[in-house]
């Protein structure tokens, strides 16, 4: 059977390559668990939208967005129904990264859930030891905190859309990479940048993780932006930059001009509605330009703020993982990279 597009108002698509690899035997444990369907195998890709004017369709439309942290802050600023369940809170570095241990986001109420929003807003990255969570569970907690992401190209779970498996054998069949060009995900970008809305809190669990290496960096767009001069960001304050999609389609009539990106502006400067503090919105992965600068102008500003998140090691936390372990950051105030 063809797979569809995950928009049924598009009709020309690119069927997906069929291929089933095995899963790690922990994370098919977990979905057995769980009762996903795996007799078709995995991956479950959807049919790619061919042309560039279906793409922009996908969420093209502004939504009304409730933030949970900014509930949080109104409703129980000290995260007490949270952080008191908790047997222990350790605060990684002194500006991003926190681990929660004895705690279960699956047994999380509204509430907690609301206060966790608010944790993560403010210390960007949150990390939970020893977590027993299904792809369904993943999926409730991240209805909770607004729209779930649907992508029109990654893998889905079967039956829970909006969540994936990724893994190296997985991943080699997308793109190869090698010690000299190890692939997207290892440097720093920020998730999803090219939508109408990007995207706020992303949850990762990790079922297996490499004998050596394998681990991640997070970067604080908080104090990125903290880290410049008061008369610089005079100059960025306000203006907007192009920001583009990973994957490309063609131009519906001029398909021999080749593949394009989705291409969207956004404020360099956004304010987080829980927090109200300023955040750098930029990463060297997918900003394109300054909007109304030359290129060299924009190139110009753009390295020089790049270099900043980048190489201050001090607004940065690198996570080493372990089986179990489950990460929620926000993709509006930080940038990550896997290493």
């Known amino acids: 059977m063809a797979s569809m597009a995950i928009d049924a108002r598009i009709i020309d698509v690119v069927q997906p390559k069929k291929d089933t690899l095995g899963l790690p035997a922990p994370t ?12 078709n195998g995995y991956p479950y890709r959807p049919a790619a939208p061919l042309y560039l004017d279906d793409a922009y369709k996908i ?22 129904n949270l952080l008191e369940g908790a047997s222990k809170v350790t605060h990684l570095t002194s500006h991003i990264g926190t681990e929660i241990e004895g705690l279960q986001l699956k047994y999380l109420n509204d509430q907690q859930r609301d206060e966790l929003a608010l944790l993560i807003a403010e210390r960007s990255v949150v990390f939970f030891r020893d977590q027993d969570i299904s792809s369904q569970q993943q999926k409730t907690l991240g209805d909770h905190y607004g729209v ?12 829970v859309e909006g969540t994936t498996v990724i893994w190296p054998a997985f991943q080699a069949t997308e793109r190869k990479a090698d010690f000299r060009n190890p692939g997207g995900a290892s440097r720093w970008h920020t998730d999803l940048v090219h939508e109408l809305q990007p995207a706020g809190i992303t949850h990762l669990h ?39 999609s990973a994957h490309t389609y063609l131009e519906r009539g ?26 750098l919105f930029v990463n060297r992965a997918m900003t394109r330009g300054i909007v109304g600068l030359d290129k060299a102008e924009s190139d110009l500003i753009l390295n020089y703020l790049y270099d900043v998140y980048e190489k201050n090691v001090d607004i940065q936390v690198r996570f080493k993982w372990t089986p179990r372990i489950s990460a929620l950051w926000d993709n509006r105030i930080t940038i990550h990279n896997a290493s």
Do not use: M
């Open 28 to 39: 098919k444990g977990r979905l057995d668990k769980a009762g996903i369907d795996l007799s």
């Open 59 to 80: 969420r093209g439309t502004n939504w009304d967005h409730n933030d949970a942290g900014a509930r949080a802050k109104k409703s129980n600023p000290s995260k007490s």
């Open 148 to 159: 779930v992401e649907i992508h029109p190209q990654a893998p889905h779970v079967p039956g």
């Open 206 to 244: 990790n079922d297996i993780v490499p004998t050596i290496g394998g681990d991640t960096l997070w970067a604080s767009g908080y104090s990125a932006y903290e880290k410049l001069s008061p008369e610089f960001r005079k100059i960025i304050d306000g203006r907007k930059a192009v920001y583009c």
């Open 254 to 279: 001029n398909e021999h001009a080749g593949p394009k990106h989705i291409l969207r502006e956004h404020p360099l400067v956004r304010v987080h509605p829980a927090t109200g503090w300023k955040s």
